[in-house]
């Protein structure tokens, strides 16, 4: 088994700033892919970010590119998502997944991923 534990999320102004933080435990080796998904009230769950299990690769949904950051740390067991030049619209759950497919390419699908932490809230006031 896998656990993910996410921290960071809180209230901030847009234009502002938030780092989450997902630390990982257990069956660490069967960690591949691992992703942040949002899920804003009353839509589905979305993919907003992934990284390859040595953080070489990246993926990035369209909405996000060039304000969040992906980045993970294999010898502290955590996954980072800095977001920077929040909008009102990111508001959402952010949750960290962590999926065991056996691949280097980041994946969007909730389908994929076997392992979720419990979310964090995000709220970007205007």
């Known amino acids: 088994q896998v656990q993910l534990v996410e921290s960071g999320g809180g209230l901030v102004q847009a234009g502002g700033s938030l780092e989450l933080s997902c630390a990982f435990s257990?069956?660490?080796?069967?960690?591949?892919?691992m992703a942040w998904f949002s899920q804003a009230p009353g839509k589905d769950r979305e993919f907003v970010t992934g990284i390859s299990r040595r953080g070489d690769i990246t993926a990035y949904t369209g909405s996000v590119k060039g304000r969040f950051t992906i980045s993970r740390d294999n010898a502290k067991n955590t996954v980072y998502l800095q977001m920077n030049n929040l909008k009102p619209e990111d508001t959402a759950v952010y949750s960290c997944?962590?999926?065991?497919?056996?691949?280097?390419?980041?994946?969007?699908?909730?389908?994929?991923?076997?392992?979720w932490g419990q979310g964090t809230q995000v709220t970007v006031s205007s």
């Open positions: 997944a962590a999926s065991s497919i056996v691949t280097a390419i980041p994946l969007r699908e909730t389908r994929d991923y076997g392992y």
């Open positions: 257990g069956r660490t080796d069967n960690i591949y892919t």
